[in-house]
């Protein structure tokens, strides 16, 4: 994940470059069931209005919980399917709550209606995620259903309204492109403090819509789009995190435009963004899934390192005899071609592993989703 916000704070206020910092372990995002009400068209875990077999009961979540808290995991973000289709969730999230866990719910919104925001605010929810593909009918036809996007608009009112930090989940491709302007304006109307932007990944459903994905050129505008947004906050005194996911040549392109915009600070820029370092899958961020599979992040879900039936989370994640979690692990990370000799690969980690291996079967060859020139990665 990149936080553009955080580096718009250091041009308008720079702070020490002080030492990495190391998270104690891994956050995890826990996707506790894989029913949806919806299927949506980017959906990575090819979810549908049905039980799936086999899913984690509530004491063996109770069990795993013991588990990361005592591997000093910081963030349990509970995800799906959606989550608040899972009869215990509220059980869940208040175990997850009291064992001191930062609890996120990340939800399509459709179901948080005013009796459903009030369990969820009871909650105390840190923050809640909820998704919108573009304004209306665009965010209807990607999600599948007319009317989605006036229930999960007012969904987040409602949540804002009860005090939850909310936030806006959108996942760019061709067909929403044209939305992202109008949806950053309701954002501002809506005083949403945050937005996250997806890049699109090649995996689950995304994989098999890959011709749709944005092109190159349509992620820098977008990307141009989120950094001049931004800084009009930050100018603005406005407090709002915009951040992004699934492609960490986010933080290179970041630095090009500050070397253009605020040449001054282009240097500290950079600093911080070295410290940051790029993709952490496979280390800061892990993933459990609904049947208790443990895999490097969302985007792998088809290879298991382990499951948490038969191992404890913290024994499967430190396990390096696995080549990939040996790969992910390993610092420098070990990868070819053109992020072998980009001059930034130590802003961005060489990117999202899932992408080269889906495409070559390589896991450590160039990552193809990033769209930054070649003399944007030697200079
Ligand atoms: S070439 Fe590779 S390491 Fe360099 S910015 Fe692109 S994805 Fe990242």
Redo the contacts with the bound molecule.
Sequence with gaps: MFRISQYMQEIAQPSPIGPARKPPGPMVIWNLIRRCNLTCKHCYSISADTDFKGELSTQEVFAVMDDLKAFRVPALILSGGEPLLRPDIFEIAARSKAMGFYTALSSNGTLIDEDMCRRVASADFDYVGISLDGIAATHDKFRRLEGAFDRSLAALRRCRDAGLKVGVRFTLTQDNFHDLPKLLELCEQEEIPRFYFSHLNYAGRGNKNRKDDAHHLMTRQAMDLLFDTCWSHQERGLVRDYTTGNN??DG?YMLHWARRRFPAQAAHIEAKLRQWGGNSSGVNVANIDNLGKVHPDTMWWHYDLGNVRQRPFSEIWRDTSDPLMAGLKATPRK?GG??GT?T??AI?G??TRVRAQQTTGDAWA??PG?Y?SDEE?AA
Aim: hydrophobic content about 35%; proline content about 0%; charged content about 25%.
């Design positions: 960490d040549a290179v990868v053109r992020c980009c930034h690969f961005c060489g990117n160039e990552d990033c930054l990665i």
